[in-house]
């Protein structure tokens, strides 16, 4: 099974930037990026496959970009203008194994890492 470790985060003033980094230790189809904030479910941030298809939720609205490195399985995550509501643990997320998640989605992913945690403060 494929194993994703975390890196970045850190403490912003809102409307400041951060990236986040994750790395696969084999190859993966799909990864996403979930975040968790204190008191709340667990939500999917965005997806990316293999091919550079990526899907957003509604709330990064053009704030935040995801990225793949399938040579060195790489993902990232770009997220600017931050808002004090983007505080969470952010997880990086993959497929249990090549091929099983047949279409990129949240649902399917079901490998996760340790989370990085990310305070914006207002």
């Known amino acids: 099974q494929v194993r994703v470790t975390e890196s970045g985060g850190g403490s912003v003033h809102a409307g400041g930037s951060l990236r986040l980094s994750c790395a696969a230790s084999?190859?993966?189809?799909?990864m996403a990026w979930f975040r968790q904030a204190p008191g709340k479910q667990r939500e999917g941030v965005a997806t990316?496959?293999?091919?550079?298809?990526?899907d957003y939720a509604a709330f990064t609205r053009g704030r935040f970009t995801i990225s793949k490195d399938n040579a060195k399985n790489t993902l990232n995550l770009q997220m600017n203008s931050l808002e004090p509501d983007d505080t969470a643990t952010y997880y990086c997320?993959?497929?249990?194994?090549?091929?099983?998640?047949?279409?990129?989605?949240?649902?399917?992913?079901?490998?996760w890492g340790q989370g990085a945690l990310v305070t914006v403060s207002s």
């Open positions: 997320a993959t497929e249990p194994a090549p091929g099983y998640a047949p279409l990129c989605a949240f649902e399917y992913l079901t490998v």
């Open positions: 990316i496959d293999v091919h550079g298809r990526t």
């Open positions: 084999g190859y993966t189809y799909c």
